[in-house]
């Protein structure tokens, strides 16, 4: 990727260190010069910061762009917690004549009895869906360093002394992957920023390899339809898992509701008695009642008993998804970012409420 010679970028976040503006990415206090990353870094490492960075889509797809005019291998990273929200569409479009290897991250989320090759079929297959046919796909876990040896393998196989871009939504954990192949795979020492939060890095970031080509981190896309990017950066903790998540089963008669704190609404509306199994964060607060006292409910305990949202106005209004199950086996009900509502496949009548723009559908139940 070209670049200015005289710009001196920003190790952690790969914005152009400047002095001029503090309010300006890329600062760094004058006296501070010799210093080779940000004070927004500093901050989000040092005090957990919420440091979210207005990210300018044209600037990402002038990054895409860049990288589909390279002769390289181009690694797409996933969110396997939220595969369909985490997926750039059109990616196929994006990267030119390269070829794309699949890294689907946070494997480590899943429940222990989730087998590793069900993984790697799923995001083939869906994949194959779109219209791409990736090298390889590898369910790998960035934080606990699962099948990372693995994933370098196919990389340093597939690239064949070619560079390699990483690239993916914002918040799947390109950086964190990249943290680990420097830490385990190489003497260098600076660490890029990561952080919970969508938009940590700002700018490509080089990192060189042995034989002379780089890997290159690249600012993730901001993806407006998954409820990890809607809800208010306070409230992220309580929606993304962090241990393997435990289902909780909930045996429903009709007319029955839960609530996922004060983010969306299940409604069982009509259908005979049948267990609705729930695959969230484990801190995330659900309740149940019954549809007729729903509404009042909300209306009185959001932002109250029912959080997240803790921020008033930090969400969009709900829309309202109805679906008719049956016939079609065991299906999940998915909602972008926050997990999904997995249905036996008996003959059911169900109603969702999630804010307006965030990604609900139907799939086969992947557990
Ligand atoms: N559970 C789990 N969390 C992960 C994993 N990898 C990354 N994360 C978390 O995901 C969040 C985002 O990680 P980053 O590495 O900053 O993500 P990124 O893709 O570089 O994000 P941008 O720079 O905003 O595009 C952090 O809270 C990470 O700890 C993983 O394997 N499992
Ligand atoms: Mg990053």
Redesign the pocket.
């Known amino acids: 990727m070209e670049r200015e010679l005289t710009d001196v970028h920003c190790q952690g976040c790969g914005a152009i260190l400047q002095s001029d503006n503090p309010k300006q990415v890329g600062y760094v206090p004058a006296k501070a010069k010799k210093q080779i990353s940000c004070q927004r870094c500093f901050r989000i490492r040092h005090y957990n910061d919420i440091a979210p960075v207005t990210q300018d889509q044209d600037e990402y797809l002038r990054i895409l762009q860049g990288i589909a005019k390279t002769d390289s291998l181009v690694v797409q ?1 996933i969110d396997l917690f939220d595969l369909e929200g985490s997926w750039i569409p059109g990616i196929h479009r994006h990267i030119g004549q390269n070829q794309l290897l699949l890294l689907a ?5 899943f429940p222990k009895s989730v087998k590793w090759g069900r993984m790697k079929d799923w995001v083939r297959e869906y994949a194959k869906d779109r219209g791409i046919s990736p090298v390889d796909v590898i369910p ?5 360093g699962e099948r990372i040896a693995e994933a370098v393998e196919a990389i340093e196989h597939h690239r064949r002394g070619r560079d390699v871009y990483i690239v ?10 990249l943290n680990r192949l420097i830490r385990d795979f190489s003497d260098l020492e600076e660490e ?10 700002l700018d490509a970031i080089q990192i060189p390899l042995d034989d002379g080509e780089s890997i290159y ?1 690249t ?2 896309i901001m993806l407006n339809n998954r409820m990890t990017e809607q809800v208010h950066p306070k409230d992220l903790p309580s929606i ?3 241990a393997p998540i435990n289902s909780h089963v909930y045996q429903l008669q009709q007319e029955q509701t839960l609530f996922f704190g004060g983010l969306a609404r299940f409604d069982f509306l009509e259908g005979e008695k049948q267990p609705f199994i729930t695959y969230m964060a484990n801190q995330l607060y659900i309740h149940r009642t019954k549809l007729e006292k729903a509404d009042l409910l909300y209306q009185e305990q959001k932002g109250k008993l029912l959080v997240p949202p803790t921020e008033e106005g930090a969400l969009r209004p709900w829309k309202e998804h109805n679906f008719t199950i049956g016939g079609k086996g065991k299906q999940d009900l998915v909602i972008s970012g926050l997990g999904w509502i997995r249905l036996r496949g008996d003959r059911a009548r169900v109603r969702l409420y999630a804010p307006e723009g965030v990604q609900v559908l139907l799939r086969p139940a992947i557990v």
């Open positions: 990273v991250n946070k494997f480590d989320v790998i876990s960035a934080t606990k993916g939504a914002s918040n799947v954990g390109k950086s964190t992957f890029i920023t990561t952080s919970p939060y969508p938009g940590t890095t981190d600012p993730g993304l898992p962090t």
